[in-house]
């Protein structure tokens, strides 16, 4: 027996890590503000610490785009893996080539292109996709804030938000 609310937790689930970051800066700066020498140094970086876990967890919630999407999406030790209930597939993000968002599909997806393989495409709203957000902010080179402000603008049908640049091959002097 609960008794908590199911749309209250749902909300407090949602918002647990910026509620967290909120009181880890004011636990920071309640150091740094009260006391002196290595605590209040202390303190300022642990601030400094929740800033940076606070706009990690705001750049999050912008990512997540709901949860009742058709499939689930699965992420292992650097594979992506969706299954769907018409489609799927696997890709390893080492391989991913171009990452896109195709709103030409209801609901939009994502877009994953390897060599050799058709794109995996993955409903932004499936089971489990903000896992991607990860998989996404660790490709080299990838600007997250282009890639949330992209989500939330519904300008074009599709978009490419990343592309792998093509690796320099060795040549032989003659």
């Known amino acids: 027996m609960s008794f908590v609310r199911p749309e209250a937790r749902l909300a407090l689930t949602r918002w647990r890590t910026v509620i967290v970051s909120a009181l880890v800066i004011a636990l920071g700066l309640w150091w740094a503000l009260t006391s002196v020498g290595p605590i209040a140094w202390i303190g300022g970086t642990v601030a400094l610490a929740g800033i ?3 706009v990690a967890a705001l750049q999050r919630m912008r990512f ?6 058709p499939g689930v999406v699965r992420i292992d030790e650097g594979a992506i893996a969706y299954f769907g209930p018409l489609n799927g597939g696997v890709v390893a993000r ?5 990452l896109a968002l195709d709103r030409s599909a209801k609901p939009a997806h994502w877009a994953l292109s390897q060599p050799g393989q058709p794109d995996l495409m993955i409903p932004l709203n499936a089971a489990e996709a903000d896992g991607l957000f990860d998989v996404f902010a660790s490709l080299p ?12 603008s519904g ?3 599709r978009v490419v938000i990343w592309q792998r640049h093509a690796r320099p091959t060795a040549r032989l002097l003659h």
């Open 64 to 69: 997540h785009a709901g949860r009742d999407g």
């Open 52 to 54: 940076a876990s606070l």
């Open 155 to 157: 300008t074009a049908d």
């Open 94 to 98: 080492s391989e991913i080539t171009t």
């Open 141 to 152: 080179g990838i600007r997250t804030e282009r890639m949330l402000s992209e989500m939330h």
